[in-house]
């Protein structure tokens, strides 16, 4: 059984799917951070980042499931 890391690793290489959504999941993780430094938001903002955390979940999810597929 691999270690979750090698597993990651071994997709990013691997995996064109897993490359995409770990790749667009690390940026709605940035935007989501910069909105978070900023402290007050404005409509617009709050509802971007509500937006985005649920796109940042799917992914993950999808991740989670292409992980299991290739550790199961």
């Known amino acids: 059984m ?6 990651v ?3 990013l290489e691997e995996n064109e799917d897993f ?4 790749m667009e ?3 709605y993780k940035q935007r989501v951070m910069e909105l978070e430094k900023k402290g007050i938001l404005n409509d617009e903002e709050v509802l971007e980042e509500k937006r985005l ?3 940042k979940l799917a992914l ?3 991740m ?3 992980l299991a597929a290739v550790d199961g």
């Open 19 to 22: 490359k995409k959504a770990y």
């Open 9 to 11: 690793e071994r997709l």
């Open 60 to 62: 993950k999810d999808d």
């Open 2 to 7: 691999l270690e979750q890391t090698e597993l």
């Open 64 to 66: 989670e499931q292409m």
């Open 25 to 27: 999941h690390k940026g």
């Open 53 to 55: 955390k649920k796109l």
